[in-house]
């Protein structure tokens, strides 16, 4: 995490940066500025009226929400700033341009004339150009674009200053103002005149564009409904005429009454088939009892005599009845019987003739013959007119299964007539509303130039000034954000506290970067005695009289380290200390060791047998191992020394296998080796020391 203080060192210490670096930013920018013209601004402001629109017959307004209002706005400012628009308005400036015989102030300046020309040929110009009238100039210009699609006008449209079509993009501002419905169309250029006119062709082309797109939006709908008006009134008439044949050919004026008059028909007919000939069967049943009748009567004489006889028998028997006296009374209740008999058997044939001679039916006997051929003519003529009927019914059935199927045919035809009339309705209807869209588009669309463009005579005040400023600005602010950067991404050691952080390990000392005149300056003085105070507090709580004996672990050659290590050594000198320092012939002077030696040794004093009174006599001896990245190092001999000290460059990254080697260390020795930092800035020394 990035300290403030070491940010205030690291400005301290660049200070410069912010001197040299905006200072040559800022003389960029006046460079670039220099030959820099001067800009020319215009606008104009067009009223929209999008928010206060009406109805075709003023009667209502048309409601508009924020989003719809601000939607409808979006739609005006692409409108304005779309391709299309701005390359007629280039085409304008162009063909009113060429059309001029000599250049104006207030149209075009002599140096963009004259610039112009450069483009356009004096034959092309010549074959374009119609004097003094900018719209025939025009139509001259699109149409030799259309037959040559490498034209220099096509040129022009696309990398020109003053005609390009980006390059007016770039230049050209539509704004709403605030939430009202105006909008602002401003455009800036160098030639005053280009930026009068541009701003004007820009407010001409959008009201003529926008009028057209808003009439487009209805004039097509119009255009359908009038071409489908025709299309379905022509299948209505035809459905019509269709309809119209099949009910002539069909002799159809009614079809449900037709329909309802037939089936009444029909069971008119066969009530009067089932009244026939009932009458009929009734007639037959008449007929045959008065065949019976007349059937008895061939027995009548019979009956007459049966009749004659009885009465003389009974006239014989009341004879014997009265010749009777003191006779049994038996046989006179006997006789008295057979005479109730006879008259009970008397009376029933007299009612029986009574019968036959005055009714059959109540018919009486003389009629009997002139009721039978009554009766024979009506059944004859019921049964005539069952048979009739019948035959009605059959017509009448046959009528109706001719009449029935043209039921369906004719509802068809009916559906496909009013399916037709509801088409054209709707197409009536359609047309009518999209001529009163129409007219209200008409009403509502009544934008104004409420601020027409002014000609720019003054140009705009210079802000060259401003931006020399803002650039030496800038250039402070990028300095310190280099600054900031380089501390926060910065990984290596780099001073005390992270480094123990990275490492786990302890700094016995921070050095800077060494001289190269001298072992060190007296600035640095402070350092190597902050170090020495920690080589006696480690020698203090040493009790042998033996050398204090410092291994110093070097991850690879470097020159700076070395020189350190001469720099400590000239320090232990000057503060009356005897020390040596024992090495593979790495740097000049000390006492050399062959590497064989050094790793087939078991202590210090195996190395160099031969100067072993040197030895005895020394206060502080250093040992600098083989450079541990290259080579392997002795554990005997890290066992043997009081203080290990690993050297290394603040510049340096940390990296695992650092850390595996820094526990080797430990697992041989039982002790942490501890850090000698070089290469480090005054700023961190500074801390360090608390100096």
Same mark, same amino acid.
């Not at 006119?197 to 209805?218: A, C, S």
């Given at each position: 995490?990035?300290?403030?203080?070491?940010?205030?060192?690291?400005?301290?210490?660049?200070? #410069?940066?912010?001197?040299?670096?905006?200072?040559?930013?800022?003389?960029?920018?006046?460079?670039?500025? $220099?030959?820099?013209?001067?800009?020319?601004?215009?606008?104009?402001?067009?009223?929209?009226?999008?928010?206060?629109?009406?109805?075709?017959?003023?009667?209502?307004?048309?409601?508009?929400?924020?989003?719809?209002?601000?939607?409808?706005?979006?739609?005006?400012?692409?409108?304005?700033?779309?391709?299309?628009?701005?390359?007629?308005?280039?085409?304008?400036?162009?063909?009113?341009?060429?059309?001029?015989?000599?250049?104006? %102030?207030? &149209?075009?300046?002599?140096?963009?004339?004259e610039e112009l020309k450069l483009h356009i040929s004096d034959e092309l110009k010549n074959k374009i150009r119609v004097a003094e009238n900018p719209d025939l100039t025009?139509?001259?210009? &699109?149409?030799?674009?259309?037959?040559?699609?490498?034209?220099?006008?096509?040129?022009?449209?696309?990398?020109?200053?003053?005609?390009?079509?980006?390059?007016?993009?770039?230049?050209?501002?539509?704004?709403?103002?605030?939430?009202?419905?105006?909008?602002?169309?401003?455009?800036?250029?160098?030639?005053?005149?280009?930026?009068?006119?541009?701003?004007?062709?820009?407010?001409?082309?959008?009201?003529?564009?926008?009028?057209?797109?808003?009439?487009?939006?209805?004039?097509?709908?119009?255009? #359908?409904?009038?071409?489908?008006? /025709?299309?379905?009134?022509?299948?209505?008439?035809?459905?019509?005429?269709? !309809?119209?044949?099949?009910?002539?050919?069909?002799? &159809?004026?009614?079809?449900?009454? @037709?329909?309802?008059?037939?089936? =009444?028909?029909?069971?008119?007919?066969?009530?009067?088939?089932?009244?026939? #000939?009932?009458?009929?069967?009734?007639?037959?049943?008449? =007929?045959?009892?008065?065949?019976?009748?007349?059937?008895?009567?061939?027995?009548?004489?019979?009956?007459?005599?049966?009749?004659?006889?009885?009465?003389?028998?009974?006239?014989?028997?009341?004879?014997?009845?009265?010749?009777?006296?003191?006779?049994? %009374? /038996?046989?006179?209740?006997?006789?008295?019987?057979?005479?109730?008999?006879?008259?009970?058997?008397?009376?029933?044939?007299?009612?029986?003739?009574?019968?036959?001679?005055?009714?059959?039916?109540?018919?009486?006997?003389?009629?009997?013959?002139?009721?039978?051929?009554?009766?024979?003519?009506?059944k004859e003529k019921q049964f005539a007119a069952s048979d009739i009927t019948v035959k009605a019914v059959k017509e009448i059935d046959k009528r109706i299964d001719e009449?029935?199927?043209?039921?369906?045919?004719?509802?068809?035809?009916?559906?496909?007539?009013?399916?037709?009339?509801?088409?054209?309705?709707?197409?009536?209807?359609?047309?009518?509303?999209?001529?009163? @869209?129409?007219?209200?588009?008409?009403?509502?669309?009544?934008?104004?130039?409420?601020?027409?463009?002014?000609?720019?005579?003054?140009?705009?005040?210079?802000?060259?000034?401003?931006?020399?400023?803002?650039?030496?600005?800038?250039?402070?602010?990028?300095?310190?954000?280099?600054?900031?950067?380089?501390?926060?991404?910065?990984?290596? !050691?780099?001073?005390?506290?992270?480094?123990?952080?990275?490492?786990?390990?302890?700094?016995?000392?921070?050095?800077?970067?060494?001289?190269?005149?001298?072992?060190?300056?007296?600035?640095?003085?402070?350092?190597?005695?902050?170090?020495?105070?920690? =080589?006696?507090?480690?020698?203090?709580?040493?009790?042998?009289?033996?050398?204090?004996?410092?291994? !110093?672990?070097?991850?690879?050659?470097?020159?700076?380290?070395?020189?350190?290590?001469?720099?400590?050594? $000239?320090?232990?000198?000057?503060?009356?200390?005897?020390?040596?320092? !024992?090495?593979?012939?790495?740097?000049?002077? /000390?006492?050399?060791?062959?590497?064989?030696?050094?790793?087939?040794?078991?202590?210090?004093?195996?190395?160099?047998?031969?100067?072993?009174?040197? #030895?005895?006599?020394?206060?502080?001896?250093?040992?600098?191992?083989?450079?541990?990245?290259?080579?392997?190092?002795?554990?005997?001999?890290?066992?043997?020394?009081?203080?290990?000290?690993?050297?290394?460059?603040?510049?340096?990254?940390?990296?695992?296998?650092?850390?595996?080697?820094?526990?080797?260390?430990e697992t041989s020795t039982g002790s942490k080796p501890t850090i000698l930092l070089t290469n480090v800035d005054a700023v961190y020394i500074r801390e360090y020391t /608390? $100096?």
């Open positions: 995490m990035i300290r403030i203080k070491h940010l205030i060192w690291y400005l301290r210490k660049y200070y #410069y940066l912010f001197l040299i670096f905006p200072l040559l930013l800022s003389g960029v920018v006046i460079l670039l500025t $220099a030959g820099s013209g001067k800009i020319y601004d215009s606008h104009m402001v067009i009223y929209t009226g999008i928010s206060t629109r009406k109805s075709a017959d003023l009667t209502e307004s048309l409601k508009i929400d924020f989003f719809t209002s601000n939607n409808l706005m979006d739609n005006i400012i692409s409108l304005i700033s779309s391709r299309k628009s701005i390359e007629e308005v280039s085409l304008r400036l162009l063909a009113q341009h060429l059309s001029m015989a000599e250049p104006h %102030p207030a &149209i075009i300046s002599e140096k963009s004339m025009l139509a001259n210009i &699109i149409r030799y674009m259309d037959e040559n699609y490498d034209s220099p006008f096509h040129y022009l449209l696309e990398n020109h200053p003053h005609y390009g079509v980006d390059k007016i993009l770039e230049r050209v501002r539509v704004d709403r103002k605030k939430n009202s419905d105006m909008i602002e169309i401003s455009y800036y250029l160098d030639d005053p005149g280009i930026v009068f006119h541009t701003v004007k062709f820009l407010g001409e082309v959008y009201l003529k564009r926008y009028g057209e797109l808003r009439y487009n939006e209805t004039a097509s709908s119009v255009e #359908y409904f009038q071409s489908q008006l /025709g299309v379905v009134l022509e299948s209505l008439n035809d459905s019509e005429q269709r !309809l119209k044949e099949f009910i002539s050919v069909n002799r &159809i004026m009614n079809y449900y009454e @037709q329909g309802k008059s037939l089936d =009444l028909y029909r069971k008119e007919v066969e009530a009067e088939q089932s009244n026939a #000939y009932q009458l009929a069967m009734g007639a037959e049943a008449g =007929l045959i009892k008065l065949e019976e009748r007349l059937k008895q009567n061939i027995g009548r004489s019979e009956v007459l005599d049966s009749i004659s006889l009885a009465r003389n028998q009974v006239s014989r028997l009341r004879v014997q009845l009265s010749t009777m006296t003191g006779s049994d %009374p /038996g046989q006179t209740a006997q006789l008295k019987a057979d005479i109730n008999k006879l008259n009970v058997e008397i009376n029933e044939k007299i009612n029986r003739l009574y019968q036959q001679d005055f009714s059959v039916d109540g018919v009486p006997m003389n009629d009997l013959l002139l009721e039978w051929l009554k009766l024979y003519i009506e009449f029935a199927p043209l039921g369906a045919e004719l509802n068809r035809l009916e559906r496909e007539v009013d399916i037709h009339e509801r088409e054209y309705l709707a197409i009536i209807h359609g047309l009518n509303q999209a001529k009163i @869209q129409k007219e209200n588009f008409k009403l509502a669309q009544s934008q104004v130039v409420v601020d027409p463009p002014f000609f720019p005579s003054n140009a705009r005040s210079s802000k060259r000034k401003i931006l020399v400023i803002a650039s030496f600005l800038f250039g402070n602010l990028l300095v310190l954000s280099f600054l900031v950067v380089k501390l926060i991404t910065n990984s290596s !050691l780099r001073d005390t506290a992270r480094a123990e952080e990275i490492t786990g390990l302890k700094v016995a000392g921070t050095f800077p970067a060494p001289n190269t005149d001298k072992p060190y300056s007296e600035k640095d003085k402070v350092a190597f005695e902050y170090w020495l105070n920690e =080589l006696n507090l480690r020698r203090s709580k040493t009790s042998k009289n033996s050398p204090f004996l410092i291994g !110093l672990l070097l991850k690879e050659e470097n020159p700076a380290n070395l020189k350190l290590v001469e720099s400590l050594l $000239a320090f232990l000198a000057q503060k009356q200390y005897r020390g040596h320092i !024992l090495h593979s012939g790495i740097m000049e002077g /000390g006492l050399h060791y062959s590497v064989d030696t050094y790793y087939h040794a078991k202590d210090v004093s195996g190395l160099l047998p031969t100067h072993a009174p040197l #030895y005895k006599g020394t206060d502080i001896l250093f040992i600098l191992h083989p450079y541990w990245k290259e080579k392997h190092v002795s554990f005997d001999m890290l066992q043997q020394t009081d203080w290990n000290l690993m050297v290394l460059d603040a510049g340096v990254v940390w990296k695992p296998n650092y850390s595996k080697f820094v526990e080797m260390i /608390g $100096a």
